[in-house]
């Protein structure tokens, strides 16, 4: 369990969901890994939405700013 959390520390969340999960296959009983299992599900889910959405807007900002390169001027 507390590698699962260490990995979430670290922003690794695939891993912690995988250590977490273990976990529970251990100790099917632990409410302390069940809980960490469904925050890190969440968490994961929110930064996997939050990178989708920064790279959409990066791609818009390229299309519509193709071929400007700082040429002098401004």
């Not at 977490?20 to 632990?30: E, G, K, N």
Request: positive net charge; proline residues 1%.
């Amino acid at each position: 369990c507390n590698l699962g959390v260490a990995f979430e520390k670290l922003g690794r969340f695939d891993e912690a969901e995988a250590s977490l999960r273990q976990a529970i296959a251990l100790r099917p009983d632990s409410t302390e890994a069940s809980n960490n299992v469904l925050r890190v599900t969440q968490q994961n889910a929110q930064f996997v939405a939050l990178k989708f959405a920064t790279d959409s807007r990066q791609q818009r900002w390229r299309r519509r700013h193709r071929g400007r390169g700082s040429r002098g001027g401004g």
